[in-house]
């Protein structure tokens, strides 16, 4: 299985993150782990709370919900402000 290295971006036009995406297929959620670059800092606080919401700094709308996935902490996206990403 290769992974894919995918820029994650607001549809403001704000650069939210590069991610190593492992599975094909639509941008689900991005494991907070696998988040090779974070733009604006809004992924890399380690201190999350579940539920916490995830905002745009520069448009202000939610881009992602903090959730535990498959037990780790995973950023699930919004897919109506992040641009649809598919492997």
């Keep these: ?3 894919k290295i995918i820029e ?10 590069k991610y190593q995406k492992l599975k094909p297929g639509f941008l689900m959620k991005m494991y907070l782990d696998q988040i090779l670059i974070d733009y604006n800092n809004i992924f ?6 579940l539920n916490e919401e ?3 700094p520069q448009c202000k709308k939610r881009v992602a919900t903090i959730k535990r996935i498959h037990g ?9 402000v992040v641009h649809k990403i598919s492997t």
């Design 1 to 3: 299985m290769s992974s």
């Design 8 to 17: 994650v971006s607001c549809q403001c036009g704000n650069k939210l993150a």
């Design 44 to 49: 890399s606080n380690n201190h999350y709370e």
């Design 54 to 56: 995830i905002y745009c």
């Design 72 to 80: 780790r902490l995973s950023a699930k996206i919004n897919h109506g």
